[in-house]
């Protein structure tokens, strides 16, 4: 099992892995994101579900978007919290693990709009208009990565965007096929327009600069009159950072 929040206080990812920081925090958001930014991915209210130590968010944010990040681990959220207002990550209560990377612009330099929460991303509910699972869907174990497929499309309205990357057939416990996810988006109501290997950026890994993944995009099917009456929405006029789990306890399920 994946502990996050040990890991941004400092302890193993998985137990016997060797320290070696925090290889997704490469001082700024991934080039996938950036690309998905430029091509016109992102639209309305974007969930980034598990979104670490929030580059990604805050590069949306900075861009003009309206963005909630979500993780599990409240250390990750702390940093990502101190980076948005350009406050040293070191200096937050939570301690854990400093960023060796430079400290973003501050929110108030940005013409977009960015909230915070600490949740489980396998809870997530509300009506997203586009949802980021960067590096995500890889860290759950394989029997709850098809939960974790619908509950992303619960939180996401009809003809919402998805913009997924997870690594491809690393060895375990990250090993995603392609067939798996193919089944797993696609069987939550997702309806996949793109799907090839890429890349991702990481830092601190001897040797290897990116590391192989699946680069998805998707648009949430139109939900069905059973589906709808069988899957309870979240009322939209709720702010979203009120609808996620606040349960830190909580297994760790994101990134």
Not at 211 to 225: D, F, G, M, Q, S
């Amino acid at each position: 099992m994946v502990d996050f929040e040990g890991f941004y206080r400092g302890g193993p990812l998985v137990e016997g892995m060797p320290d070696v920081g925090v290889p997704w925090d490469i001082g700024g958001p991934q080039p996938a994101v950036v690309e998905w930014e430029a091509a016109g991915r992102f639209r309305g209210h974007v969930l980034d579900a598990g979104c670490g130590t929030g580059d990604n968010a805050i590069f949306l944010a900075a861009r003009g978007h309206r963005v909630t990040g979500v993780d599990i681990a409240p250390t990750a959220i702390d940093i990502a919290r101190s980076r948005a207002v350009g406050i040293d990550p070191d200096s937050t209560p939570s301690g854990g693990r400093a960023a060796p990377t430079p400290i973003i612009p501050a929110r108030s330099d940005t013409s977009g709009d960015l909230t915070w929460a600490v949740g489980d991303a396998a809870t997530l509910t509300g009506q997203f208009d586009t949802v980021l699972a960067s590096a995500l869907f890889h860290c759950l174990p394989p029997d709850r990565r098809p939960a974790l497929a619908r509950t992303l499309r619960n939180a996401a309205a009809d003809g919402a965007f998805l913009n997924l990357t997870c690594l491809a057939n690393l060895e375990a416990p990250f090993q995603v096929s392609e067939p798996e996810l193919r089944t797993a988006l696609t069987e939550a109501g997702w309806d996949i327009t793109r799907f090839e290997r890429g890349s991702v950026a990481v830092a601190g890994v001897p040797g290897l600069p990116t590391l192989p993944v699946w680069l998805v995009e998707a648009t949430a099917a139109k939900a069905t009159a059973t589906a709808t009456a069988t899957t309870p929405r979240a009322d939209p006029a709720t702010p979203p950072s009120t609808r996620v789990s606040s349960d830190p306890g909580a297994a760790p399920r994101s990134r």
